[in-house]
């Protein structure tokens, strides 16, 4: 089945940038949506379609899809984007959602 | 304002059933494809179920095919999930969450969860 790659964990100091990758083959072919997920809460999207923002999601949070990477970029980082982060497709083959493993952003 | 309601979860024994319900509001649930989404106790997500806005259409992940079953009541607004044959692994909290008018395989909104736990 179709695998998706996050690194573990990301840092980043306050007022940086972030950038957050998902690994996948071709991924760039495929729909790609980020979810933050902050402790004890449910996951809420950020991102979805590559690059499409929901409304109330800070214009900080932007996405991007080409070949074999996702990226997920937070610009100016604030103490509150301090999550767990998630790509995710939709595996046509198998008609199935994937998540990536996530990776913990840590604002230091 | 969408919400999203799960309930049902509880502590169940091993091989027992049971079924998860998710009361929608603030949107046309008929015109909403929806999922089932897992998250094991430190784990990650994973993908259970799915099914289209009219319910004719169902998809399953490989870990659960057979013993879930994926259903929608829109003149109640009620997303449920049937589990069977439950085993230990199948201990997470359960979120459901909305897609678009068709499958587009992705998740614009989420309950708040409901958690099950399989053990004897």
């Known amino acids: 089945s179709y695998v998706l790659t996050q690194p573990p964990s990301v840092s980043v100091a306050p007022g940086q940038t972030a950038r957050i990758t998902c690994g996948g083959d071709n991924i760039g072919s495929k729909s790609v949506h980020w979810y933050q997920q902050k402790p004890g809460q449910a996951p809420v999207v950020v991102v979805y379609d590559d690059y499409d923002r929901p409304s109330g999601i800070p214009e900080r949070f932007s996405g991007s899809n080409s070949g074999n990477t996702a990226i997920l970029t937070i610009s100016r980082v604030e103490a509150g984007d301090e999550a767990d982060y998630f790509c995710q497709v939709w595996d046509s083959i198998i008609d199935h959602m994937v998540f990536g493993g996530g990776t913990k952003l840590t604002v230091l | 304002q969408v919400q999203l309601v799960e309930s049902g979860g509880g502590v169940v024994q091993p091989g027992r059933s049971l079924r998860l319900s998710c009361a929608a509001f603030g949107f046309t649930f008929s015109s909403s494809a929806m999922h089932w989404v897992r998250q094991a106790p430190g784990k990650g997500l994973e993908g259970v179920a799915t099914?289209?806005?009219?319910?004719?259409?169902?998809f399953y992940a490989d870990s659960v095919k057979g013993r879930f079953s994926i259903s929608r009541d829109s003149s109640k607004n009620t997303l449920y999930l049937q589990m069977n044959s439950l085993r230990a692994e199948d201990t997470a909290v359960y979120y459901c969450?909305?897609?678009?008018?068709?499958?587009?395989?992705?998740?614009?909104?989420w309950g708040q969860g409901t958690l099950v736990t399989v053990s004897s």
């Open positions: 969450a909305r897609d678009g008018q068709t499958i587009f395989g992705r998740a614009l909104d």
């Open positions: 099914i289209s806005n009219d319910g004719s259409i169902k």
